[in-house]
């Protein structure tokens, strides 16, 4: 598993990928409008996620299996001062999941968090129902916070989420050797 910076030439992979997860991805995601799902709508995601990483307030990965994009990792939000924190957020295609790919991309953003962006900690919130997302958190050492109610409005919902984090200083699960 390997993360690359997502570029604009990433569009057509993406919508690809997005298109044929359907229904998979749309119930952990916030509704989008229906332009979202084009090669245009992709490209103007990713000309903010460019703008993003140039302001140093977001960083998106692609997750590569073999040459090929297999889902879409996310340093996001991210405040620097008393703070210095980034919201996490993933997905895998919905015909690549269980096979250990978000676990280990997570442990990797993590350690791209705490080693060359400098910051402190980072912090995912899961839907209560999302079993393979608890379940990636848990296994790439983060903590249960507690649950926020109403927390996103995901697929036209707002929705309880558990907070998960973790800080630099706690012991972290090694990446899977390459
Ligand atoms: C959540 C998601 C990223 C997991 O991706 P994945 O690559 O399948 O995850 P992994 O293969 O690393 O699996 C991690 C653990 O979850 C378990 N798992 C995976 N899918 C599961 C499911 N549907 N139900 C229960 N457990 C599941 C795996 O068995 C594994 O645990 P184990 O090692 O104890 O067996 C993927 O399901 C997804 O993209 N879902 C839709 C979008 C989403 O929910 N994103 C996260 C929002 S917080």
Not at 57 to 62: E, M, Q
Not at 88 to 106: N, S
Not at 147 to 164: E, M, P
């Amino acid at each position: 598993v390997r993360l690359v910076a997502l570029t604009l030439a990433d569009a057509p992979a993406l919508l690809d990928l997005r298109v044929r997860s359907g229904h998979f991805l749309r119930r952990r995601e916030p509704l989008r409008r229906s332009d979202y799902f084009t090669l245009a709508g992709q490209e103007e995601e990713l000309r903010d996620v460019a703008s993003q990483r140039a302001g140093g307030r977001g960083y998106a990965f692609a997750i590569v299996v073999e040459d090929r994009m297999v889902g879409r990792i996310a340093l996001s939000n991210i405040i620097r001062g008393a703070f210095h924190n980034a919201y996490l957020g993933y997905w895998v295609g919905a015909e690549h999941v269980r096979r250990g790919y978000a676990t280990e991309a997570v442990r990797m953003a993590v350690e791209h968090a705490f080693g060359p962006l400098g910051l402190h900690r980072v912090q995912a919130a899961v839907m209560l129902d999302n079993e393979a997302s608890l379940r990636v958190l848990d296994k790439a050492g983060f903590r249960r916070e507690g649950v926020a109610l109403r927390y996103l409005r995901i697929d036209g919902h707002w929705a309880d989420h558990v907070l998960f984090a973790i800080t630099a200083d706690e012991p972290r699960p090694a990446l899977a050797r390459r």
